[in-house]
């Protein structure tokens, strides 16, 4: 697994504990460097919700800005590192858009919810990546529910997933072979307590697991596969805020594992997680009283160490 290198990291794990950061969102022009794995976030700022990054070999305090326009949500990306998706909104408009990292290029819209393809369809969210960059699978809302679709990278072959399912769905993750994916389901967007296995040709569904375990309620934003497919990480909310989960996957989910703790903080948010390799994982939380990324082995318990401050809905990858 990559070592992650961050530039005066020891600066930053000190502003972990402090209130009010004000990140101006004008510049960040080359302070991340050239992008090949690391993370993606976003920082809302004057000109609205933007997209960043910061490589591994980059300084967090000084990210990469792909975006300038607003709107940005949910940004993931791309394995080859080169390119991010995420989700756009103005209005009653919403789109799924393409940037690249290197920050020099402008978001592509590769789906509109104004499209005759989906009909009603509005509220685009969650989009991700098949390894191979090829296919967007991503959450939209249609006829009171909440469905997968998938589209390609170059905006054809639209389809609706999960048209008909009796449950509705939260994010996505796809498996290592890209055929299929990994979401969140449930009888109500409120309810997400379900993890389902989807196929990305027909919508074929397999229920993976009916519950997560004895602590999780529902996941709050989304589960994500690891990158050898043995394992999955969700955000599980609690009686005392949401932690990080992991379990093993096979047909069923069979044991539970709580990877984040906050002694003596109580109603933490730790959210958004991703894979960092296959014993690592990352994770958005609002512990101290901000929003920061923080990293943590999957074989320990605890807070995790300070990565990126000041970011939101963050994705890694590359």
Same mark, same amino acid.
Request: hydrophobic fraction near 35%; include cysteine.
């Given at each position: 697994?990559?070592?992650?290198?961050?530039?005066?990291?020891?600066?930053?794990?000190?502003?972990?504990?402090?209130?009010?950061?004000? @990140?101006?969102?004008?510049?960040?022009?080359?302070?991340?460097?050239?992008?090949?794995?690391?993370?993606?976030?976003? *920082?809302?700022?004057?000109?609205?919700?933007?997209?960043?990054?910061? +490589?591994?070999?980059? +300084?967090?305090?000084?990210?990469? =800005?792909?975006?300038?326009?607003?709107?940005?949500?949910?940004?993931?990306?791309?394995?080859?590192? *080169?390119?991010?998706?995420?989700?756009?909104?103005?209005?009653?408009?919403?789109? $799924?858009?393409?940037?690249?990292?290197?920050?020099?290029?402008?978001?592509?819209?590769?789906?509109?919810?104004?499209?005759?393809?989906?009909?009603?369809?509005?509220?685009?969210? @969650?989009?991700?990546?098949?390894?191979?960059?090829?296919? $967007?699978?991503?959450?939209? +809302? =249609?006829?009171?529910?909440?469905?997968?679709?998938?589209?390609?990278?170059?905006?054809?072959?639209?389809?609706?997933?999960?048209?008909?399912?009796?449950?509705?769905?939260?994010?996505?993750?796809?498996?290592? +072979?890209?055929?299929?994916?990994?979401?969140?389901?449930?009888?109500?967007?409120?309810?997400?307590? @379900?993890?389902?296995?989807?196929?990305?040709?027909?919508?074929?569904?397999?229920?993976?697991? @009916?519950?997560?375990?004895?602590?999780?309620?529902?996941?709050?934003?989304?589960?994500?596969?690891?990158?050898?497919? !043995?394992?999955?990480?969700?955000?599980?909310? !609690?009686?005392?805020?949401?932690?990080?989960?992991?379990? =093993?996957?096979?047909?069923?989910?069979?044991?539970?594992? =709580?990877?984040?703790?906050?002694?003596?903080?109580?109603?933490?948010?730790?959210? #958004?997680?991703? #894979?960092?390799?296959?014993?690592?994982?990352?994770?958005?939380?609002?512990?101290?009283?901000?929003?920061?990324?923080?990293?943590?082995?999957?074989?320990?318990?605890?807070?995790? !160490?300070?990565?990126?401050?000041?970011?939101?809905?963050?994705?890694?990858?590359?």
């Amino acid at each position: 697994m990559k070592v992650l290198r961050i530039l005066g990291l020891a600066a930053v794990v000190g502003l972990s504990g402090c209130e009010g950061f004000d @990140f101006d969102d004008g510049g960040g022009g080359g302070g991340g460097g050239s992008f090949t794995r690391g993370f993606v976030f976003v *920082r809302n700022g004057s000109s609205g919700r933007n997209v960043y990054a910061v +490589d591994d070999t980059g +300084d967090p305090n000084s990210p990469l =800005q792909l975006t300038t326009q607003g709107g940005a949500y949910h940004p993931t990306v791309s394995r080859n590192g *080169r390119s991010v998706v995420f989700a756009y909104r103005s209005g009653n408009t919403s789109e $799924i858009r393409t940037v690249p990292t290197t920050g020099t290029g402008q978001p592509s819209t590769v789906f509109s919810s104004t499209s005759t393809a989906c009909s009603g369809c509005s509220n685009f969210r @969650f989009p991700t990546f098949n390894p191979s960059a090829s296919t $967007i699978v991503f959450t939209l +809302d =249609q006829g009171g529910y909440a469905k997968l679709a998938r589209v390609n990278a170059d905006g054809s072959s639209f389809q609706l997933l999960t048209n008909g399912s009796s449950y509705v769905y939260g994010a996505a993750s796809f498996y290592p +072979d890209g055929q299929n994916v990994l979401a969140a389901g449930g009888y109500s967007t409120s309810d997400l307590k @379900f993890l389902v296995k989807v196929a990305v040709t027909n919508g074929a569904t397999t229920e993976i697991s @009916f519950n997560l375990g004895n602590t999780a309620q529902v996941v709050v934003s989304r589960p994500v596969v690891s990158p050898d497919g !043995t394992k999955v990480a969700f955000d599980g909310r !609690t009686s005392s805020g949401s932690q990080i989960f992991v379990g =093993q996957l096979g047909q069923t989910l069979t044991s539970v594992t =709580q990877v984040t703790a906050h002694t003596g903080e109580f109603g933490v948010e730790d959210t #958004w997680p991703s #894979w960092r390799g296959n014993t690592e994982l990352s994770f958005l939380s609002n512990s101290g009283g901000n929003d920061n990324v923080y990293r943590i082995s999957i074989a320990a318990t605890g807070a995790g !160490t300070l990565v990126v401050p000041g970011a939101l809905e963050p994705s890694y990858g590359g």
